[in-house]
């Protein structure tokens, strides 16, 4: 007879405790008048390692949370158009740009006023100027504001940072590097990120309209999700790869 193959339930086992917990945890938190993803936050931190050590796959739950991430901001996404994107683009390329130099600028400041280095300063101040896009997007969501001109505005500043995080890892990789190298690496990042954007778009636009209203014809929800699912992961591999 062949051997029975071993199975490994511990990431199964884990996700049964992250539930566990934000059923008892959010709620708590609710009544108190504090938003859910606090209540998410303190879940983990009872739950984790440095809590009661209830959770034993770490690596294994990293990689939900990204994927949770990832379907998160498909979601939200589907909520925009390119009419809505262009009528954000002064407050993407002026109160985000102005938000990210500003900010990056006072910490960095901050920093070298203490002794660090200029190279110190740059990575400190570039990475506090960012903010978590799915963590501020969620308690926008929480509290209803995600289509208000707050949620806008916020979103706008948002989609900068992320754009700024592609030449911001560029830096921090080519730091040490001569001059024409590092202006080298940055165009080279650029050029990926312009190039992964345009696809993207095109994609859109060309592939995903017409394959959805094939799929909406059909009146099939499996086939559906089937293909949502496909395009989501294919999207995030895909950028992966860039």
């Known amino acids: ?68 991430i990832v379907f998160m901001l498909f979601a939200i ?34 920093s070298l006023a203490f002794g660090g280095t200029i190279g110190q300063a740059a990575i400190i101040g570039g990475a506090l100027a960012l903010s978590s896009t799915a963590f501020v997007l969620r308690l926008l969501s929480e509290r209803g504001e995600l289509s208000s001109h707050l949620g806008r505005v916020v979103l706008s500043v948002l989609l900068l940072q992320d ?19 590092l202006a080298w690496t940055l165009a080279e990042a650029g050029l990926k990120a312009t190039v992964a954007l345009v696809i993207l778009l095109a994609a859109g636009r060309l592939l995903l309209r017409p394959l959805y209203r094939v799929i909406a014809g059909t009146g099939n929800a499996e086939l559906f999700i089937a293909a949502t699912l496909l395009v989501v992961l294919g999207t995030a591999w895909g950028t992966a790869l860039a």
């Open 1 to 68: 007879m062949p051997e029975s193959v071993p199975h490994d339930y511990s990431i199964l086992r884990d996700a049964v405790v992250f539930l566990v917990a934000s059923i008892l945890v959010v709620p708590l938190v609710r009544r108190l008048g504090i938003d859910a993803v606090i209540g998410y936050l303190i879940a983990g931190l009872v739950i984790g390692p440095y809590g009661f050590g209830l959770v034993s796959e770490v690596e294994g739950t990293h990689r939900l949370a990204e994927l949770g």
């Open 77 to 110: 996404g589907l909520e925009l158009s390119f009419d809505r994107l262009r009528t954000m683009a002064l407050y993407v390329f002026g109160l985000g740009v102005a938000q990210v130099a500003i900010t990056g600028a006072v910490i960095g400041a901050g």
């Open 163 to 181: 754009l700024a995080l592609v030449p911001g890892l560029a830096v921090v990789t080519a730091l040490g590097q001569e001059p024409e190298e």
